[in-house]
């Protein structure tokens, strides 16, 4: 059990939309340093629960719009309900943090990263202003795995 899960997600083939994938792709060299489990996916499925589960914190990395492109936004996730509950297969990370401590008793520490995205279009490459962002970008996630736990 690693004591960190790095978890990029998005639509690699979506331009931006990838950034989770081009940011794990790169920590992926740092994992053993980190102490990290690093995985990307398409989307947040409730079969990552038992994954969050073993970890004492998880950051999550994911593409967002907004009106600077490029930007990083770093934000704590706090358990919860989803903002518009449907019968989906697809979930926020609030809400799988949730979900995991529904069912084991407990959440770790979360955090998501999200960039701001500029162009969505279908491609495997990002923006020039989102591929300049991943050095900010893996910068904090090893900031955010080095600390000590808060809780």
């Known amino acids: 059990m690693a004591r960190l899960l790095i978890l990029g997600y998005g639509n690699p083939l979506r331009g931006d939309d990838g950034v989770g994938w081009h940011a794990v792709h790169r920590l992926r060299e740092r994992s053993a340093e ?4 690093v995985m990307s996916c398409h989307q947040l499925t409730p079969e990552l ?3 969050v589960s073993r970890a004492e914190r998880v ?16 934000s704590e996730v706090a358990a ?7 019968f989906s297969h697809h979930l926020d990370a609030a809400t799988l943090v949730a979900l995991v401590q529904g069912l084991y008793g407990r959440a770790p520490e979360a955090w998501i990263l999200a960039v701001t995205g500029e162009s969505f279009a279908y491609t495997d490459q990002l923006s020039a202003s989102v591929q300049s962002s991943l050095p900010e970008l893996t910068r904090q996630v090893e900031t955010l795995g080095f600390q000590e736990k808060a809780r």
């Open 80 to 86: 919860g309900a989803p903002e518009y509950p449907t």
């Open 34 to 37: 980190l102490d990290a489990d």
């Open 49 to 51: 629960a038992e994954a």
């Open 59 to 74: 950051i999550f990395i994911d593409a967002r719009v907004g009106p600077t492109p490029g930007t990083v936004e770093v």
